[in-house]
């Protein structure tokens, strides 16, 4: 691979993914959530990356890597409403505007932009468009390989208005289960 940092690089040619290898054998593949092995677009329609990019030297999405179902991002995006900038306090929004256009996109295996079911929780909002590759598979009585990155473990973590409290944990809660935790 060449890939030395996050958003910087991408898989080289002569690489053969998993996917590749099943494909071979009948298998069909899905890959769904963060990519992160290359530029998903050979030119800087998708903003969110870090870093300096050659779009085109570094494009190498999912579908050309043995992936034939994709709804796939190339970076990270907000855990709650993944095309819309939160709040700063999320942490990784930088200077960009709340609710405006968060900057990274989902893609489709023809690598098209997808605009629908794109709102609420990000690993939902991937599970959506999983579930119904994975019953597919099921049905038609076909193998298949699916994997799928979620967002959760990165920046910008944050929350819907209806589930938010669930997690406010006072600070000093946390620490005495911590300390009691390391008793054992």
Same mark, same amino acid.
């Given at each position: ?15 053969? =993914? ?16 963060k990519w992160h ?35 796939? =991002? ?6 709650? *409403? ?57 049905? *038609? ?6 994997v799928i990155w ?11 208005? *209806? ?22």
């Amino acid at each position: 691979m060449r890939i030395k940092t996050a958003n910087l690089g991408h898989m080289l040619s002569q690489e053969i =993914t998993i996917a590749e290898v099943l494909k071979e054998k009948g298998y069909v593949t899905g890959h769904f959530g963060k990519w992160h092995l290359g530029t998903l677009a050979k030119d800087s329609l998708d903003s969110n990356r870090g870093g300096k990019h050659k779009f085109a030297e570094d494009y190498s999405p999912p579908w050309e890597n043995g992936f034939d179902v994709c709804f796939s =991002t190339e970076a990270k995006v907000p855990t709650w *409403d993944p095309m819309i900038v939160p709040k700063p306090v999320a942490g990784g929004v930088g200077k960009k505007p709340q609710g405006e256009f968060y900057g990274s996109r989902y893609w489709n295996e023809q690598g098209i932009p997808q605009t629908t079911n794109l709102e609420g929780d990000d690993s939902k909002v991937i599970m959506d468009h999983s579930i119904p590759f994975i019953e597919k598979s099921f049905k *038609d009585n076909i193998p298949f390989l699916s994997v799928i990155w979620f967002h959760t473990l990165h920046t910008p973590v944050v929350a819907g208005e *209806d589930y938010i409290h669930i997690f406010r944990i006072k600070p000093n809660i946390i620490m005495v289960v911590l300390r009691q935790w390391m008793k054992r």
